[in-house]
Each structure stands twice: as structure tokens, then as C-alpha cells.
């Protein structure tokens, strides 16, 4: 079959039921190119996933639940990619009817149910199961081009002794080869770190920018104020770039929602981000002293970070650095809460409300990089106004957006008095007020 095309099974749904979803995904799902199988029970689905490939299975738990999560369960243990499609009698799940249960991630959806709505669901989970299909097509091309590489190296390197050893007049030349093999081979991974950086960031919603660029450097910064040495800055560089590496696999509502907006059950998932990184980053030994850093990039001096409740001196100084850092942007973009600080607020959080969990010699080295970096960019010196402290001239330092993800108006935007009476015009219509940040 067509690797573009996705397949949905439906599973021991009503003939009915089956007719007229075929018959509703017709019409909403036109442009897309899929593949719709039906099969009558559990021995036929699983004969039919173990036979090809299957993106998502559609099942029926509006008689039983648990028989519907426990099969669930069953047909994902054969394949992890699948994504979970479960119809339900009364749709009471939240946020925008996608849920967390048992460590799966499952979409609901009311039926029979307005096609609209079940054409968006199903985008949704066609959507997921593409990303889900590219990144284990990624991993796939990685270790084959991994496995390449080093065939080639080892061989190369072989050559190069059996040269050396003929001819010592060679010796000079063939020491400037491997140095240029090795060179390629450390290039080959910064190269995976900026692959996977890149996809990270476009997985979370986010582009590569120049606030990007803004942050890495002050990444290097950072670690030159705290007398880090090269290999330890090197290392905390790489930290920094695949520190979100675990969180490829989150759903999109656990990665849109503040941290603080999540329920119990969801932050304790959401809690396993650094463990998730740390099994992905170690597979590549020269990423080993990375992994350790972005796995204790969430704990706290006070022992109350995750994952292992690290205290104190247990916490490796270069992730001392990253917490801070890491912390730093999530606060002032609002991944923690979902209200952004301001910059001057964030230093304030960080030394008067929690100064139990940072290095506070790292906040004071933070906060020199910012002053050192206030004639690059005005990111740094920032405020926090309502719309009715806007006057014209003021200029945004952050982009206005929507509580429901629309981009308004971009970062530096010179406001006149026709704009702020449009931004003021926006709060009443999207009946929302916004944070602002003015220069």
C-alpha cells in the first residue's frame, strides 16, 4: 500500500455505525489520502496489523469502557504508533476531548456526532499518526546513516594505518585525514543535535528563529560567566538544544497547556519528559554527558524538582545552569503558567519567591548576560502593560497572540493610535485581555 496513505481500521463496530462514518469521513476527509478497513473482532484486527501497517483503530466503548481500553491496550502493545479513536455515548473529556488514561493517549468523540466535528477529531489523530509515522521514519534513516558513517570510518581508518605503516614519508598527510574524518564524524552530530533540535521545536508549535539564535547564545554566555570549562560548555550546549527531546511523544494538549493548568495524573506524565530524553540521548554515547544534563535539568537545590529529587550538591553544576535558563523561558513565554512574566519578573520569582531551588549565583550571572546583551536585543528589558497603558511609539517586544493561537501582531511592532484602538477593539470581540510587553 501507498506509505502516504494512512490506514484507519474500524474494530466490532454496529454495520450502521460503520456505514455512516465511512460515509461522514468521505466528505471531510476528501483531500486525504486514506484507507479505511473494517474488521469484525479482535482476532481479525490483530491479524490484520500484524499483516501491514495501521495508523489508527477505531473502537466502540459506549457499552463498555474497560473492554475498550483493555483492547486498546492490547492492539498498541502490538504496534506503540497506533493512535486510539473511541466512540463515546456523552463526550465529558477534557481539554477539547482528548484525555490521558493509562499512559495512552486516546481521542474521543460523541456518536453519532456532527461531521464537523468528527472530520477535525479525525484530522487531529490523522495528524499525530503522520508525525508519528515521520519520526520513527527519521530514527530509522538516522541509524542507517549512523551505521554508514562508522563502516566508513573504521574502514578509512584501517587505510590509513596500512599507509602509515608503508610509508612513513606519508605519515603527516595521513594524520591530517583522520583529522578530517574525525572532524566529519563530530559535524555529523552536531548536525543530529540541530536535526533534532529543530524538530523538537516544530513538534512543540514553535519555529526556528532568531530568539533562537538569541537564547543559544546566551546559552555560551552564561556558561562562560559560571567559569564553566570548554568540554562541560560544550556539553551544556548540546543539553540546552535536546532538553525538550522527551516530549516528542506528548499529545498536543499536553504540550499546549501550562504546566501549572495540568491535572495531577497529566504533570505526573508530563514529569517524564527527562527520563524520556535521557533513554533517547544516551543511545549515541558522544550525547552521554548531555543526557545526564537534560535529565536533571528540572531538579531543584530543595529536592523538589523530578525526576530523581536531586538536592544540592547532587545536581551537576552545568545543570544548575540549564534549570535556570530553562526556567527562565518558560516562565517569561508562559509554558508554566499560563500567564508570561515579565523579565524583571521572572529574576524576582527566581530570587524572592523560590530562591530555595535556584543557584542564585547562576540568577546573578543570568541577569549580567541580559544587561550585556541589551544593545543586541530589547527581549531582556521588557514590560508587562495592559492595553490601557499603550501609547503610541511604544514597540512589542513579543508577539500578540490569542488564547486560542491566533498570531494577532508580531514581535516588533511600532504601535500607532490606530493599532492600539484595534488591540482594545480585539479584547472585546475575543472578549479576552491580553499581556502585552512593550519596549
Known amino acids: 500500500m501507498d506509505m502516504d496513505v494512512t490506514v484507519i481500521l474500524f474494530i466490532a463496530l454496529d454495520s450502521d455505525d460503520v456505514k455512516q462514518l465511512k460515509s461522514v ?34 473502537l466502540d466503548q459506549r457499552t463498555d469502557e474497560q473492554l475498550a481500553h483493555s483492547r486498546l491496550q492490547q492492539l498498541m502493545e502490538l504496534n506503540p504508533q497506533l493512535e486510539g479513536f473511541l466512540l463515546t455515548v456523552d463526550c465529558q473529556y477534557e481539554p477539547a476531548g482528548q484525555v490521558a488514561a493509562d499512559g495512552l493517549v486516546h481521542h474521543y468523540i460523541q456518536f453519532p456526532s456532527d461531521a464537523q466535528i468528527l472530520g477535525y477529531r479525525m484530522r487531529q489523530a490523522l495528524r499525530v ?63 543530529m543535535v540541530r536535526m533534532f533540535s529543530n ?29 564553566l570549562d570548554e568540554a562541560d560548555r560544550k556539553h551544556l550546549v548540546m543539553a540546552w538544544m535536546l532538553r525538550n527531546v522527551g516530549k516528542l511523544s506528548f499529545s498536543d494538549h499536553l504540550l499546549a497547556t501550562p504546566y501549572l493548568n495540568l491535572h495531577p495524573e497529566e504533570q505526573r506524565q508530563f514529569q517524564r519528559h ?133 498570531l494577532l501582531l508580531g514581535h516588533g511592532e511600532v504601535l500607532d493610535q490606530r493599532t492600539i484602538d484595534r488591540i482594545r477593539d480585539l479584547e472585546y470581540n475575543f472578549s479576552e485581555y491580553f499581556h502585552l510587553f512593550i519596549e
Not at 552545568?318 to 530553562?326: E, S
Request: with cysteine; hydrophobic share 35%; proline share 3%.
Open 199 to 227: 524538530l523538537t521545536l516544530r513538534r512543540m508549535g514553535q519555529k526556528v528563529s532568531g530568539l533562537n539564535q538569541r537564547l543559544n547564545q546566551m546559552v555560551s554566555l552564561l556558561a562562560e560567566k559560571c567559569d
Open 274 to 406: 527527562p527520563d524520556n530524553a535521557y533513554t533517547a540521548m544516551t543511545i549515541v554515547r558522544p550525547l552521554d554527558r548531555a543526557a545526564t544534563l537534560v535529565r536533571q535539568h528540572k531538579e531543584y537545590l530543595d529536592g523538589s524538582g523530578y525526576p530523581l529529587g536531586l538536592k544540592g550538591a547532587q545536581i551537576e553544576p552545568a545543570a544548575q545552569i540549564l534549570t535556570v535558563l530553562n526556567d527562565y523561558t518558560e516562565l517569561t513565554s508562559g509554558r508554566y503558567d499560563h500567564r508570561q512574566l515579565s523579565a524583571t519578573e521572572t529574576l524576582a520569582f527566581m530570587r524572592d519567591r523560590a530562591p530555595e531551588r535556584y543557584n542564585q549565583d547562576v540568577v546573578n550571572a543570568l541577569e549580567t548576560v541580559m544587561n550585556d546583551l541589551k544593545p543586541i536585543t530589547d527581549l531582556y528589558n521588557d514590560k508587562r502593560v495592559s492595553s490601557m497603558d499603550l501609547k503610541p511609539g511604544m514597540t512589542l517586544t513579543r508577539d500578540l497572540i490569542s488564547h486560542d493561537g491566533v
Open 129 to 191: 499518526a503522520r508525525l508519528k509515522q515521520e519520526l520513527q521514519d527519521l530514527r530509522r534513516d538516522l541509524h542507517r546513516d549512523f551505521d554508514t558513517q562508522r563502516q566508513q570510518f573504521i574502514l578509512r581508518q584501517k587505510k590509513l594505518v596500512e599507509r602509515v605503516q608503508a610509508d612513513g614519508e606519508k605519515i603527516s598527510q595521513s594524520r591530517k585525514q583522520l583529522d578530517e574524518a574525525n572532524q566529519q564524524l563530530a559535524d555529523g552530530y552536531r548536525q
Open 25 to 58: 469521513l468521505d466528505n471531510v476527509l476528501d483531500s486525504v489520502p486514506t484507507a479505511l478497513l473494517v474488521a469484525g473482532g479482535m482476532d481479525q484486527a490483530i491479524s490484520l496489523i500484524e499483516s501491514q501497517t495501521v495508523h489508527i483503530v477505531v
